[in-house]
T-cell receptor, first 113, second 113 residues
Framework: SQELEQSPQSLIVQEGKNLTINCTSSKTLYGLYWYKQKYGEGLIFLMMLQKGGEEKSHEKITAKLDEKKQQSSLHITASQPSHAGIYLCGARSITGTASKLTFGTGTRLQVTL | DTEVTQTPKHLVMGMTNKKSLKCEQHMGHRAMYWYKQKAKKPPELMFVYSYEKLSINESVPSRFSPECPNSSLLNLHLHALQPEDSALYLC????????????FGPGTRLTVL
């Protein structure tokens, strides 16, 4: 089964600072998703990466999938309190007509004023 | 409408009770999912329905019984649960197969006494 390890486990940054979260897979990634979760709430979709070397940006968040498709990073520029939450990477696998997501261990981000 | 709704938001039940969780989406998605999330852990897949048929059952105990009465609705029937089943239950939907992202509902916080 596929395992995803995220680092760091938790992160405290000062507002305005940049940060990077990493997601490393035990197997080749065929679809990598990044989600954000506020405590006890649903997951908010951030980005999806499929091709090796792919990079996507939305507002101040950039995600990359490395060429070998076994590692992804999420970079936040000039962090804000609204970025606080739990960041989860998810690997997609296909079974017949259904797909499933296996999530990483999560990274808890706090942004201080 | 890009929303997945879940009811109830909170549920407290005894081990002998029978209750149901409800999930609804009107995005025309033909794949729907149930995930279970324990505190400080990532979501874990329980069931996947594709075109209203059960496609994946991740060896979930029979005290959890999913049902997909139509393409917009997904239920999770609960019976004779154990205290360790207390968790956040998340529903999600997506296009089936190699579709796009999974859209998540806000979850139902279940407590089993």
């Amino acid at each position: 089964s596929q395992e995803l390890e995220q680092s760091p486990q938790s992160l405290i940054v000062q507002e305005g600072k940049n940060l990077t979260i990493n997601c490393t897979s035990s197997k080749t990634l065929y679809g990598l998703y990044w989600y954000k979760q506020k405590y006890g709430e649903g997951l908010i979709f951030l980005m999806m990466l499929q091709k090796g070397g792919e990079e996507k940006s939305h507002e101040k968040i950039t995600a990359k999938l490395d060429e070998k498709k076994q590692q992804s990073s999420l970079h936040i520029t000039a962090s804000q309190p609204s970025h606080a939450g739990i960041y989860l990477c998810g690997a997609r696998s296909i079974t017949g007509t259904a797909s499933k997501l296996t999530f990483g261990t999560g990274t808890r981000l706090q942004v201080t004023l | 409408d890009t929303e997945v709704t879940q009811t109830p938001k909170h549920l407290v039940m005894g081990m002998t009770n029978k209750k149901s969780l409800k999930c609804e989406q009107h995005m025309g998605h033909r794949a729907m999912y149930w995930y279970k999330q324990k505190a400080k852990k990532p979501p874990e897949l329980m069931f996947v329905y594709s075109y209203e048929k059960l496609s994946i059952n991740e060896s979930v105990p029979s005290r959890f019984s999913p049902e997909c009465p139509n393409s917009s609705l997904l239920n999770l029937h609960l019976h004779a649960l154990q205290p360790e089943d207390s968790a956040l239950y998340l529903c999600a939907s997506s296009r089936p197969g190699q579709g796009g992202e999974q859209f998540f509902g806000p979850g139902t916080r279940l407590t089993v006494l």
